[in-house]
């Protein structure tokens, strides 16, 4: 029988939040952390008052801190049961966010390269740079970190396509994906920033059409790399 918070001993040993005022972001940064590493099991049952405890905390922040991972996707709730951790998406549905990705990405990568070079081209360049720097690190935190560039990346090129709507989306999407990381393996780390690049540079000068097919081969191949991680 899984315990409520996901482990057989029914303690996580979750990280601490600082010995000062905690504040909701802190715990929402540690429960996200803690489902997206699965040290919450997918499916379990969260207790807010065992929560609350395990982190020295009161109830309030953590009711907060899982509302907003409630609004992410990473946990659902249901009236009389209260907050479970969501379950992992199957390769079905997986494929299906790609699919909208593919409808929209592409598009939007053209449409950047076409508006020409703005200060955005420059903060793309500095997060593929800062990425490069991490590939030869083989850590969780190094490859959390390459995660969240990847979603900046294409978080920032859709936002210089213009369209908000798309931008809010993706970043929805991104935020259910990031359960999914490739970089804990380097070499799927390395075809998938080489990729970027190539994203980039045709954005960089401006090649509307090659934006648009490069950022479709990066997609389909991620999607077949997201595959041999979850089969």
């Known amino acids: ?49 065992l929560l609350a405890r395990e982190l020295h905390v009161s109830n309030t922040p953590v009711r907060q801190a899982l509302a907003r991972l409630e609004a992410d996707g990473f946990v659902t709730k249901e009236a009389y049961v209260g907050f479970t951790a969501s379950p992992l998406l199957d390769s079905r549905t997986i494929a299906e966010l790609y699919d909208l990705r593919l409808l929209i990405e592409p598009t939007g990568a053209a449409r950047a390269a076409k508006r020409g070079p703005r200060d955005w081209v420059a903060q793309l360049r500095d ?18 970190a390459l995660g969240t560039a990847d979603a900046d990346f294409h978080v920032m090129i859709a936002r210089a396509a213009g369209n908000g709507v798309i931008v809010d989306y993706l970043e929805q999407v991104l935020t259910q994906m990031s359960r999914y990381t490739l970089y804990s393996s380097p070499q799927a780390a390395l075809h998938a920033w080489e990729e970027h690049r190539t994203v980039l540079e045709a954005i960089e000068r401006g090649d509307s059409d090659e934006a648009l097919q490069t950022m479709r081969t990066h997609l389909r191949n991620g999607l077949d790399r997201v595959h041999e991680v979850v089969n």
């Open 127 to 144: 997060i593929c740079t800062s990425a490069v720097d991490l590939l030869d690190e083989q850590s969780a935190e190094h490859a959390e």
């Open 1 to 49: 029988m899984t315990d409520p918070l996901g482990t057989a001993e029914g303690a996580l040993s979750l990280r601490r939040p600082a010995p000062r005022k905690v504040l909701a972001d802190e715990v929402y940064e540690i429960l996200r952390e803690s489902l997206l590493s699965q040290r919450i099991a997918p499916g379990s049952r969260l207790n807010l008052d």
